[in-house]
């Protein structure tokens, strides 16, 4: 059995994240129990001992069927009759506690069902094709993912397979998580007649894994909860102390996050919006984050304003007016409704300060995203059904369905990116101690960005993810053959970190003989991307060796070192001026140019795209007219970008030479990745030869792409 006894230690009634209709009284989860030794009632009304459920079922549901939970009620009462807790309560009081959780966040009736039943088959002589004739295959399908959960023991060993158990069952079906999450959160309430030792490290586990998990499902009511319990387990000083801030704030006889909510109330009522302002207490590891980030906390530090309204508009609306008639905290300001977090929350978050330095936090969200919020994932409800499907019998429900994969288990049409990508390496993992501290690594990423493929698809990347990462993400082991990246357009380093909606283009080498550097290994940031790195080299430990640098790493030309372009060609209209090319752009008729004059009477030429002209104007430097003059010659500054390869410097001069170019000077940067990055200032005696000459090097075998010089160097 996984339930323990009552803990006299734990941390006391810690405010409840789901905000309960007005009215409705604080449910005592650890008394509720007792009321199941009432036993079952008839047929026609509800046992006494789920009403609490059932009020809570029918807050989100009034239309629910509930004669699922009555016989899945009978049917666990009369399994574990006669077990006990170590607390001397009847077990029912274990299932029943987890079920109100979920009912308490808004699961629907399949979930409670199975809830009510989810140590049934672990601990009684139910089977699964029992609770399949009774309850349909939806119910079985979920019991069983729980109950695969709690077959292995908890241990150093034995976390790893676990843990991979839990991940898979979470891809079928993210409810199965849902309810094992609030198996754990009562287990945690009543931890407290195990021996210490037992204690932290079931505390450590939830601290490693649950509670990231709780996190990255959006399930933050169950989330903060555990937070506060592993809290009081694994740092009770830092918690004893936390409380001691929290009661003495408590019995202050001012409250200013009460009269900022006043004042914000007044305001919205002035601007005609209808809100809802309530008072959310922080719970007491957010308590202790805050005090370690601001010193000595003040009264409206204990706790942040949340305002609720019915529309998405209405949220910026509301924003509106705060910003306008109180002072607002500009560096507090975050829009998650037009960007949602990668599980599913959005809000508007901001502060507005009073004018004795008291500063509140003030959350904005509709009523709907509030409920996603706090439940996450449980408030998406069933992801196999329509709303009219229900569990009533197995006669009425189909033995599967079309989620159902080639192998039998089902992929969640909810699941979220993130977790397909946890799915997907977690086959890979070559030992336990892999997938265990990846999988902890992985977790510990609390943000994700989402960039695009040329055609049009997107790929989910946990923040600081580099291009080697987009890689691996996109085309799994065959990204050993990458060769290049384009990041919006331009070629960019496989090193490079994306950024939240860049545009990704990979160049895939169509040599069999490609293969991966060991310097991929220190820009990887993904599981999947390392583990296929670190099983490549492993197999090829002779080709893991770094790569020679060609000898030519830098080859200045016989003429000397290079000079800034001449400017014979430009015709400016400021006479006696001294006109130059401006080397960010190296602009060649016939490019579209403009003038900027600059310190010593030089009137500096750039193409007319050049990204340096706005800041030259925005920083009100005269502009000058320039046109091109007579003579058709040239200078310019090209780069190449080719794979590493002997003679490839000769090759590449070779071919300039022959277009009839002067090399001004060349030079080529130590190779990185597989690639060389070549820059070549060089001398056209007819700038209508340009593109021949581009052409003409790309050509030499390896180079794969030539473009013109438009760094972003400020213009001088």
Request: with cysteine; hydrophobic share 40%.
């Amino acid at each position: 059995m996984s339930a323990e006894a009552t803990n006299p230690a734990t941390p006391g009634p810690i405010t409840p994240a789901v905000q309960r209709r007005r009215g409705r009284p604080r449910i005592d989860l650890r008394r509720l129990g007792r009321a199941a030794l009432l036993g079952p009632a008839g047929r026609d009304r509800l046992p006494d001992a789920i009403g609490h459920v059932v009020e809570a079922h029918r807050a989100h549901h009034p239309d629910a069927d509930l004669d699922p939970l009555r016989r899945a009620y009978v049917l666990a009462e009369s399994s574990h009759r006669g077990q006990m807790r170590k607390s001397g309560e009847p077990y029912i009081t274990h299932p029943l506690a987890v079920t109100l959780i979920l009912a308490e966040l808004g699961a629907e009736t399949t979930t409670l069902t199975a809830s009510l039943l989810h140590d049934t088959v672990e601990d009684t002589e139910v089977t699964l094709d029992q609770v399949r004739a009774e309850f349909g295959e939806e119910v079985r399908y979920l019991v069983d993912g729980v109950t695969k959960l709690e077959k292995v023991d908890y241990g150093a060993a034995a976390e790893p397979e676990t843990f991979r158990k839990m991940l898979v069952a979470t891809g079928s079906d993210v409810r199965v998580m849902s309810i094992k999450l609030a198996d754990r959160l009562h287990n945690m309430r009543t931890l407290g007649v195990m021996r210490p030792e037992k204690q932290e490290r079931i505390a450590k586990v939830t601290s490693d894994v649950l509670i990231p998990l709780a996190e990255r499902l959006g399930v933050q009511a169950l989330k903060t909860e555990l937070e506060d319990l592993v809290f009081a387990i694994l740092r009770p000083e830092e918690y004893a102390h936390t409380r001691e801030l929290i009661v003495k704030n408590s019995s202050r006889t001012d409250d200013p996050l009460a009269e900022i909510a006043e004042e914000v109330r007044g305001v919205l009522r002035e601007a005609g919006l209808q809100a809802e302002v309530l008072i959310r207490p922080r719970h007491f590891v957010s308590v202790h984050r805050v005090s370690r980030k601001r010193g000595e906390l003040r009264g409206a530090d204990f706790g942040r304003l949340l305002v609720l309204v019915n529309e998405d508009a209405d949220c910026y609306g509301v924003l509106g007016e705060l910003h306008t008639c109180l002072t607002p905290v500009v560096s507090e300001f975050k829009d998650f409704i037009a960007v949602p977090k990668f599980n599913l929350y959005q809000s508007l978050h901001t502060a507005v300060a009073r004018p004795d330095g008291q500063v509140a936090e003030v959350l904005i969200r509709t009523h709907q995203m509030h409920k996603v919020a706090e439940a996450g994932v449980i408030a998406l409800g069933n992801p196999y059904a329509s709303p009219a499907d229900s569990v009533d019998s197995a006669e009425e429900q189909p033995d599967g369905d079309g989620s159902r994969a080639a192998d039998g288990e089902r992929a969640d049409p909810t699941r979220p990116g993130w977790l397909s990508r946890l799915l997907d390496w977690q086959e890979a993992a070559p030992d336990p101690d892999t997938f265990w501290s990846t999988l902890r690594e992985d977790l510990a990423q609390d943000r994700e960005i989402t960039v695009f493929r040329p055609d049009g698809g997107t790929l989910g990347l946990p923040a600081g993810a580099s291009c080697v990462d987009a890689a691996y993400a996109q085309y799994g082991e065959d990204a050993h053959a990458c060769i290049g990246v384009r990041v919006n357009g331009r070629l960019a380093r496989l090193s490079t970190v994306l950024s939240d909606g860049d545009t990704v283009q990979l160049l895939m080498g169509q040599d069999a003989a490609s293969e991966p550097s060991r310097e991929w290994l220190e820009h990887a940031h993904t599981p999947v991307a390392r583990i296929a790195i670190t099983r490549w080299l492993a197999a090829h430990p002779a080709s893991a060796a770094p790569s020679e640098a060609p000898a030519e790493t830098r080859r200045p030309a016989a003429d000397g070192p290079a000079a800034r372009p001449a400017a014979a060609d430009v015709v400016a209209d400021r006479p006696g001026a001294t006109v130059r090319l401006a080397g960010c752009c190296t602009p060649v008729p016939p490019d579209g140019i403009t003038g900027f004059s600059v310190r010593g009477g030089v009137v500096t030429v750039h193409r007319v795209e050049c990204a340096a002209v706005e800041r030259m104007k925005s920083v009100g430097r005269a502009e000058v007219e320039v046109r091109w003059g007579d003579s058709s010659e040239c200078r310019v500054t090209l780069f190449a970008e080719s794979f590493g390869r002997p003679h490839l410097l000769a090759d590449l001069t070779e071919a300039i030479a022959l277009e009839g170019v002067a090399i001004v000077s060349a030079t080529v940067e130590p190779p990185s990745q597989q690639r060389v990055r070549h820059t070549y200032t060089l001398q056209l005696p007819d700038a209508a030869h340009l593109p021949a000459l581009m052409r003409a090097m790309r050509n030499v075998p390896g180079v794969f792409d030539v473009s013109r010089a438009h760094h972003q160097s400020a213009a001088s």
